[in-house]
């Protein structure tokens, strides 16, 4: 015999099994389950009912990450009612709860990082405080009385406690306050904008303590405070600081610390006194400063080994700093639209370039914000193209004509000075801003099929499969410009493209039509010869290919530069022997710039990067290349390390592209 239980009745045991047997919700359950209507709702509200009614020593145990969670939140709820209690509600005149209600609005009103717009945030700055005096440039930073006396209420003499607004940190600043102390004032002050803790502190370093405080960490302390005080556009104190800095305690100074304090200067608009603090604390090194007498060095070895290291280690140091000082400087001037300051300053990182590699630099040591610069030249350029500087007066300092055809260009010589760390991006601004359009525009088998030679050319060539498609690509950032293909000879004709010509240009070339405007000013011709060697080609054919490029390099006036590519894993061919023969034959070296590059690298090496281990070349293929090279009367040419897949050489080869463009 089988017993069949209802659902209701299977529900009013399951109620009374979980509340610990409790009759009262048994019997309720039963009651409703013998109604005829709406039993399934009123077993499930019965078993509510008996659920929430039960007292609490029928409840289930919590867990112990529930108990966890609860006590967490517990505190948290504490530590807000706490907070708000010191900041007495939103609407208080607490100090502590202004400040911070001052700063919301702030955040809400402008970047808080400010992004390069340093007009707005002057202003704004110049806007909300009454210490900001006018500063007088007409004497040097170096001279004690360079600052203005500041206001009598900036820093009169408030005794020995200076309170300040802090009620949970730093409260106040008296006999016993120590450096961590300071530290923490000065970053409160900072983050908050409070205007008068930084008086405070000023007063407090500048006229009470001695240069014994902290066992000599004051000069820090007011560098730090001069920082501080240039965020907050407070030039009197900040140049206080830094004079005080610089006579009680050079033999301290950091480059770290100076080369904040430059870029707090720049931030500023104070451009003449960040030069001077950078060419003062963040000088170049002189010759010679790793090296030693040989007398001295026999009187006491290690001694003067372990002052060498020491030296060596500042002057790394300094040199890091003063770059990252220059590309503030440099960056500052491209956003703000002024070219010439900028390249002034650019220039100055080019004349580093042969230090910084002298002292085994590398570029992650440096970290330089070339990107930064790409694209603040690029909007200088832009400006340029515009006309903005065509009728420019004298005063300004802006001369287009002393420029080169390309601002960007500027940058890329500091580049390639500097040591290469690869980048991507770095690379990509740069193509964007040298390369803007590009367009096939013939392909041609003689003289008569080549473009009216109005602008200059560099010519790519080598064997065939070396990867000559596939560099002009890479250079380019297209990925299609020229036709890449695994069989050899694809390149059948002197293919020319023309790199930033007036816009519209293919239409004109493929419908006839009349396009208006000009080329820029930077536009050059990439030619894309045919590949020599193993393609499957006529022997005539080849010789109307060799025929031809005689004639071309023999003739062709624009002809600024001639690549001859070679791959890296088996040097110099046969065919680029002869290549070199007619180099050497023919070819003008005063006009055209002959080049060797070396591609394919990264086959070279196992787990090729583009930032680690971008390629290399065997020292057996670069002796053999090297010896081709004087054999034929070439060796004066530079060698260039390449590899399309890595990007590596891509800088260095647009060096030699820039004679074609200021052609």
């Known amino acids: 015999m089988r ?114 717009n340093y007009e707005e945030r002057s202003n704004f700055l110049s806007s909300q405080d009454d210490f900001v005096t006018t500063l007088d ?136 006194e960040a030069w001077e603090v950078l060419e003062d604390e963040l000088s170049l090194p002189l010759s010679g400063w790793v090296d030693f007498e040989e007398g001295d060095r026999q009187e006491d070895e290690r001694h003067l080994e372990e002052q060498a290291t020491r030296r060596r280690l500042e002057m790394r140091d300094r040199l890091i700093h003063r770059a990252r000082g220059i590309g503030s ?106 390369v803007r359009r590009t367009v096939f525009v013939t392909g041609a088998v003689n003289m008569k099929g080549c473009p009216t030679p109005d602008r200059g050319e560099v010519a790519f060539i080598g064997r065939s499969n070396v990867g000559k498609s596939s560099l002009v690509n890479m250079l380019t950032n297209r990925k299609s410009l020229a036709f890449t293909s695994k069989t050899p000879g694809k390149t059948q004709q002197f293919n020319f493209f023309a790199v930033n010509d007036k816009p519209d240009l293919e239409r004109q070339i493929r419908f006839g039509d009349d396009v208006p405007g000009s080329k820029d000013r930077d536009s050059f011709y990439i030619v894309d010869l045919p590949g020599f060697g193993f393609a499957k080609v006529p022997q005539k054919q080849r010789q109307q290919w060799s025929d031809f490029m005689e004639e071309y390099f023999n003739s062709r006036e624009t002809l600024k530069v001639v690549f001859h590519l070679i791959d890296a894993r088996h040097g110099p061919t046969d065919e680029d022997a002869k ?23 990264d086959k070279n090496v196992k ?4 930032e680690k281990n971008p390629g290399k070349v065997s020292k057996s293929v670069l002796e053999k290349l090297t010896e081709t090279m004087k054999a034929h009367r070439v060796g004066y040419a530079p060698i260039v390390l390449t590899s399309a897949q890595t990007r590596l050489g891509r800088d260095e080869v647009w060096k030699y592209l820039r004679l074609a463009a200021e052609a």
């Open 607 to 610: 787990g090729a990067d583009s």
């Open 137 to 272: 440039r007409s004497q040097p930073l170096t001279n004690t009385n360079f600052h203005p006396h500041p206001q009598p209420h900036l820093l009169q003499h408030s005794g020995t406690v200076h309170t300040l607004h802090s009620s949970q940190g730093v409260s106040k600043l008296d006999d016993n306050t120590t450096a961590e102390d300071v530290v923490r004032a000065i970053k409160r002050a900072q983050n908050l904008h409070d205007l008068h803790d930084v008086a405070e502190i000023a007063h407090f370093l500048l006229e009470q303590v001695d240069t014994s405080f902290a066992y000599g960490y004051r000069g820090s302390l007011l560098s730090r405070l001069a920082v501080a005080s240039l965020h907050l556009n407070n030039i009197p104190i900040a140049t206080r600081c830094i004079t005080e800095r610089r006579i009680s305690h050079r033999s301290s100074m950091l480059p770290l610390e100076s080369a904040a304090i430059v870029r707090g200067l720049t931030r500023c608009h104070c451009i003449k």
């Open 579 to 601: 290549i070199m023969q007619k180099v050497g034959d023919i070819l003008d070296s005063k006009r055209t710039q002959y080049v060797v590059i070396l591609t394919k690298a």
């Open 3 to 116: 017993l069949f239980l209802p659902p209701a009745l299977l529900l009013a045991l399951h109620v009374s099994l979980t509340t610990s047997f409790s009759p009262s919700a048994a019997a309720v359950a039963f009651s409703w389950c013998s109604s005829s209507r709406g039993v399934d709702a009123r077993c499930r509200s019965a078993m509510l009912s008996a659920l929430e009614d039960d007292d609490a020593t029928t409840a289930s145990i919590p867990s112990k990450r529930s108990q966890r969670k609860a006590a967490e939140r517990a505190k948290k709820q504490q530590q807000q009612n706490t907070t708000d209690r010191n900041t007495n509600r939103s609407d208080s005149n607490h100090p502590e709860a202004v400040l911070k209600r001052q700063r919301r609005q702030q955040q809400q009103q402008t970047n808080h990082r400010r992004k390069h």
């Open 329 to 434: 400087i440099a960056s500052r001037h491209f956003y703000q639209e002024e070219p010439t300051a900028a390249m002034h300053a650019v220039d100055k990182l080019k004349d580093m370039g042969s230090i910084v590699k002298q002292a085994g630099l590398s570029a992650s040591d440096l970290e330089m914000p070339w990107e930064k610069l790409v694209r603040g030249a690029a909007l200088c350029e832009s400006r340029r193209r515009e006309g903005k500087w065509n009728d420019a007066p004298e005063s300004s300092g802006e001369d287009p004509s002393q420029w080169p055809c390309n601002i960007v260009y500027n940058v890329l010589d500091a580049m390639v000075a500097f040591p290469s760390d690869n980048n991507d991006r770095t690379f990509e601004a740069l193509c964007n801003a040298l």
